[in-house]
Structure formats: C-alpha cells, structure tokens
C-alpha cells in the first residue's frame, strides 16, 4: 500500500545526536517505501543560514539527498533562515508556509502551524519582525559568529518567556483555524509547532473536518500517515 508522510519538530541539533540517529535511520526504512516526504518546519532548532559550516548539516544534507522519493520542505519558526542553498544540496523541494496539496483523492492543507497562535501577540509581533526580507538579508550579512551569538541570546530569552506563558496563549487559536481551513476550501489540516499531538474533530461551517497535529520528536517519533484509505497519526519509539 503506497502513502505518504508527514513530520514536522525535530529540532536537530549537535547536542542531540540520538534524535538525529533516528531521523536517519526513519529515512532509510520509513522513508524508503513511500511516495513523498514532507517536513513541516523545524527539521532543525537553529538555522543561521545556509553558509554555516556546520558538519551536522553536510551530513544531513547527504543522507535527504539519497532519498528515491521526493521530499519537501516548509519553513518553522526556528530554520526559516533555510534557504535555496540547502535545499540543493539535500535535494529538497522548498514549498509555500502554507500549502494545499491533494494526495489519494484528499484535499489537504499543511502548514508549521505558529501562525495559527494568534493569542500569543508577543511571538506574533517578533515574527512578523524577523520575516522581513530586510531584516533576513541584513541578518546573513553579518559574520557567522556573530549570528551564532545573537540566535542564542534570542533562545535563551525565547525560553524563559515561554516559561511564563499560558498554554493557551501557545496554543491555536480555534476561530482562526476555521478561517483558515475554509478559505484554503479543505477538510483537513496537518501541522506541528505546538508539540501537542493530536487529532482534532471540527466542523467547517457545518461540514466535518479534522486538524491533525504532528509532536516533536523529544521522548518519541511523530509521523501523520496519510494512505488511499485513511489518514493517521502515528507515535513511535526513538
């Protein structure tokens, strides 16, 4: 049976090497026997742009390369630095934040899932900074270790804000989720983000749907599996 897979929130890192051995081994047998791989945002926890010289990154580059199947990729909040250089190298397709695709006959809406969050206003008004194009080129302008330093400054405060905020205000913002999944004309939607797996029954202006959301890949695997006969969200041991 052919299907296709969905991750998201893996967050590779060099201080998490066993994740990234089970991301490699999930390509070379999950990903091996189906029809296309997507990424829905933070593959990686940091990305400074693509001429970091990380060795993690020539790395992985090569092992996505070597995939038979087509692979995509859309852009999280943590690697939307990632650029057309990478995607090269790792022979990854770079697709819209947000993405309407049919698989198997389903209209399907994928997306990272942060700007779903509309309550958390402080995130909202930082990323709406640093998306600019301006602020983005003026970023990959400076020096590498300079950029190294600020991406940590910014984690470190990232972390202790969060610390402090309301799971509610992290999470989606179900009116927006509404809107959006009407206006895309689709009865379902895969993401990630909030680190809370799960599938989420809704009703669409009074038609049945679904929001299907991918986990991280901390203590255990998360995949949405979308086949000819159903759509499922998958946990597996790392």
Known sequence: MTNTLF???LHLCNQAPSITSSFLKFLNYEARYIDALYILGDLFDSWIGDDDPNP??????FSLRQLSIPCH????NRDFLLGRNFAYRAGINLIPDEYVLEVYGQRLLIMHGDTLCANDI???SYRQ????RWVKNLFLAIPIYTRKHIASIIRDYSKRVNNNKKIEIMDVHPQLVTEIMHAYRVSILIHGHTHRPAVHKLEIYGQ???????????????????????????????
């Open 129 to 132: 900074i640093v998306q600019c």
């Open 56 to 61: 993690l990154h020539d790395y992985l580059a």
């Open 7 to 9: 991750i998201a929130d």
């Open 208 to 238: 049945p749907a679904q929001r299907l959301v991918l986990g991280d890949w901390n203590q255990q695997g998360s995949m949405v599996r979308v086949s000819h006969n159903d759509i499922q969200l998958v946990t597996f041991s790392l």
């Open 122 to 124: 402080l995130y909202q």
């Open 73 to 76: 990729f859309l852009h999280g």
